[in-house]
Every structure is written in structure tokens, then in C-alpha cells.
């Protein structure tokens, strides 16, 4: 065999070797660990229907919450076609429980989605509290919304019910802090449960092919 003809053979050998290798650690990386995910303590009915929910456990107070949502974004800008992105406000303590209603107030008000990364901001950023109905009404007055207005969302049955609902949905999760991912009901996952936010997301996708296959 010629020199020539070694080469070429080793070349090839090396290449099936590399391929090999390739395949092994990619399909490793796509494979779901135990370790990065765990069953919620109560499975609950998803608010998604035929498509697989995506909810995100998390509290305005939160830093990691407010540091997670430039990836939240990306993630749901190339999510998968069969999956819904839904955020629950999680709700531990009568604290928590306001920002909840926070959030369904300004859901219920229609404000735009921007306003939930103001509300971010103005609490970690600014240093503003907004932890009170007063200081809610003065921030929602930068969207044009009056106090009758939000008083009437605030106080309304729709509010009232969807808190009620949050609420229960945190002490079914089992989950113990925010930000925790929880798919289609059944399964929850979190940073500290993955490498970083690149990790979870896969992750995530992963939980959604699972979910899928089970329905």
C-alpha cells in the first residue's frame, strides 16, 4: 500500500472516529438527564389546550426573575410550534400574593407587554418599590390608565380568581424558589437544575417533546 493510500485510510479512520464522537456527545446533549428535571409534586390542568404550556413560576421582587427575561424572550421567539408560553406569578406570602395581583391587574387592563419589563425595571433598577396599591396606580398612570380604572381591575372577580388560581398552582408545583419553568403541568425544571440559561432552555424543549409524547 502506497504512502498515499495510508494517509487517505488514516484520514478516513479519523473522520469516522470524529463523526463517531460527534454523534455520541450530541445525542448525549439531546437526551433528558434526571438530574435536570424532577415530576411537580401535584400535576395541574394546563389553561393551553391542544398545545403544551411553558409556565414560568416567578415573583416581580425576584433579581434572577428580572435577569432571566432577555433569555424568556429569545427561548419564546424560537420556541417549539407545539408549545405556549404562559407566565404565573408565583405566590408564597401575602407580599408575593400583591404582586400577583399586580400582574393580573395589568393583564386585565391590557397594558402593553413592555409594561411588565418597566415593572422589572422600576423595582431592580430604579429602586422604586412598587409594593402597595398606591405606588401601582402611579405606575400604571404612565400608560394612561386612571385610578377608577385600576381600582376597577383591582378589586374585580377576574383579578380575584386568577390570584385564587395562582396561588394554588405555586403549592401544587412544589416548587421552592423562582425562576422555576413548569411544563404542561407535569414537570418543572430551573437554572440551578441545568448549566445556566442555555442549559435549561434545552432542557425545556426536551420537557415539551416529553410532554407531548405522553398526551
Not at 6 to 34: E, M, R, V, Y
Not at 132 to 150: G, W
Not at 203 to 210: D, I, M, Q, S
Amino acid at each position: 500500500m502506497s504512502l498515499r493510500s495510508k494517509t487517505l485510510k488514516l484520514s478516513a479512520g479519523l473522520i469516522t472516529a470524529l463523526s463517531l464522537a460527534f454523534a455520541i456527545t450530541h445525542s448525549n446533549a439531546q437526551s433528558l438527564s434526571d438530574s435536570s428535571y424532577k415530576p411537580v409534586a401535584s400535576p395541574f390542568k394546563v389553561s393551553t389546550g391542544d398545545k403544551i404550556e411553558v409556565a414560568e413560576l416567578f415573583w416581580f421582587g425576584c433579581g434572577h426573575c428580572f435577569a432571566l427575561e432577555p433569555s424568556i424572550k429569545q427561548w419564546r421567539a424560537n420556541k417549539p410550534d407545539n408549545a405556549e408560553f404562559v407566565k404565573i406569578p408565583a405566590i408564597f406570602s401575602k407580599r408575593w400574593e400583591f404582586h400577583g395581583k399586580a400582574f393580573y391587574t395589568m393583564q386585565a387592563l391590557n397594558v402593553p407587554e413592555d409594561a411588565y419589563d418597566a415593572f422589572f425595571r422600576r423595582i431592580h433598577v430604579q429602586r422604586k418599590p412598587v409594593n402597595n396599591y398606591n405606588s401601582l396606580v402611579a405606575f400604571l398612570a404612565d400608560y394612561d390608565k386612571t385610578e377608577e380604572q385600576v381600582e376597577s381591575a383591582f378589586n374585580s372577580f377576574e383579578v380575584d380568581t386568577k390570584v385564587r388560581a395562582a396561588s394554588k398552582i405555586s403549592r401544587q408545583s412544589g416548587a421552592t424558589g423562582v425562576p422555576t419553568i413548569v411544563v404542561d403541568g407535569k414537570y418543572m425544571t430551573s437554572q440551578g437544575m441545568n448549566a445556566g440559561n442555555a442549559g435549561l432552555f434545552e432542557t425545556v424543549n426536551l420537557l415539551v417533546e416529553k410532554a407531548a409524547s405522553e398526551r
